[in-house]
């Protein structure tokens, strides 16, 4: 126990384990190609063919849609877009919306019929909306019937680009009633380098900027992050991240849909409505990200309320260390899942905090991980000017531990 202490040497080999399952991955990626079955409408649709259909794929707001009846309403959505808006294999759609079923909808459905959506932060108005729909290349906006008042103003400029915006909401959804079968050459024959999303960058250092996120990376994140949190029918996870960031799509919706998990969905984050929502839901993972425990710790205490949920995990990034162990304490969280990573990044660091001793932490490297790593290093940076720091013979310089650096990765 102490030298496992002292050097980290069972993190070392769970590391070494995850190692094996990504290249597991890649094979099992591989094999799902060969069988035309690229995207996560193709594990929906292998499920609700099974008892597991009858499994629940969502909550919301005391709704649920078992994975058979998601399977089902996505065929009507699938043809609308075929036979109506003339959508046609390879087109770029722009999807404008908040967190709804309708607009998860609208994501597997574009892709089930071999198109790609671009997803828009559904808060962007003027000219950053309409930059974000010209750089998507789409002819048409999806947007949902909340966000007009944003979207409306800028629609003559839109038109103007050829670009035709149609609102949906869930009686436009629940009129449409061509239930045939969507066609297979749509979403077969498909390649892991295609685009399944565009997603885009916040905006905060200037016009939003896109961010590709191919269909083999997607569905290779669903099985390697599936299996790493253990999800698993049953498991319930809660977001109320919005679905058009890839926390909430690449790290929670693929890997629920990989595993026949379900998917509790917020509409947005409230600390008034998030411990209601996530024990409703009887959720046994809650998903996180930068100061949303910050605003659930700081929320006036509930003695009687605080610890009744069935939660285990809080899975997520930006835990500050001044939060960690009081969000722990408070809500009786076993597990605090901590990672660091990017949509458009080439490596993510991962610490299943379950105690003090690895608290605070972005990631654990051991003497083994040390001893063995080849593929990453981390070296020093200037810090206002962001430059890799070089020594005297011109080479970069490697980072100490707790040294801040940035990390340089080998790509093969």
Not at 322 to 328: K, L
């Amino acid at each position: 126990m102490y030298l496992d202490g002292r050097f980290y040497v069972r993190n070392d080999l769970r590391y070494g384990k995850r190692v094996i399952n990504l290249l597991l991955g890649q094979r099992w990626l591989t094999q799902r190609a060969k069988e035309n079955k690229l995207t996560a409408y193709h594990m929906i649709e292998d499920r609700a063919a099974t008892p597991e259909g009858n499994n629940v794929f969502l909550i919301f707001e005391g709704h649920q849609w078992t994975y058979k009846e998601f399977y089902q309403a996505l065929q009507p959505i699938g043809n609308w877009l075929i036979k109506d808006l003339g959508i046609k294999r390879g087109d770029v759609v722009l999807l404008d919306g908040g967190n709804t079923p309708e607009y998860l909808m609208l994501t597997l459905a574009l892709e089930a019929i071999g198109a790609t959506s671009a997803l828009l932060n559904c808060n962007l108005t003027g000219n950053a909306l309409v930059h974000s729909v010209k750089l998507s290349t789409s002819h048409y906006v999806l947007a949902d019937e909340h966000v007009r008042p944003l979207v409306s103003p800028v629609e003559p400029e839109l038109k103007d680009a050829n670009i035709e915006t149609v609102y949906y909401s869930p009686t436009f959804f629940e009129a449409l009633k061509d239930t045939s079968p969507l066609p297979k050459d749509r979403h077969t024959g498909l390649e892991r380098t295609e685009l399944r999303n565009l997603l885009y960058t916040s905006g905060t250092t200037g016009l939003p900027k896109g961010v590709g996120f191919a269909r083999g990376r997607a569905l290779l994140f669903s099985r390697t992050i599936g299996n790493y949190l253990g999800l698993k029918p049953g498991e319930i996870m809660y977001t109320c991240l919005p679905l058009y960031h890839a926390s909430a799509l690449g790290l929670c919706t693929f890997p629920c849909i990989y595993t026949g998990a379900t998917i509790a969905l917020g509409r947005k984050f409230s600390h008034s409505t998030f411990w209601p929502e996530v024990r409703a839901s009887k959720a046994t993972v809650i998903q996180y990200v930068g100061e949303l425990c910050r605003y659930l710790v700081n929320a006036p205490p509930n003695p009687q309320l605080d610890k009744e949920h069935n939660v285990r995990m809080a899975w997520g990034n930006g835990m500050r260390p001044d939060v960690w162990q009081r969000f722990r304490e408070r809500f009786g969280i076993e597990c605090i899942n901590e990672l660091y990573g990017a949509s458009d990044g080439m490596h993510t660091t991962l610490n299943p905090n379950r105690g003090d001793f690895t608290a605070n932490a972005l990631a654990l490297r051991g003497a083994l991980w040390h001893l063995l790593n080849r593929h990453e290093r981390r070296v020093l940076i200037d810090l206002d000017t962001q430059e890799v720091i070089r020594g005297e013979d011109g080479w970069a310089i490697v980072a100490k531990t707790e040294e801040v650096g940035e990390a340089l990765i080998k790509s093969k």
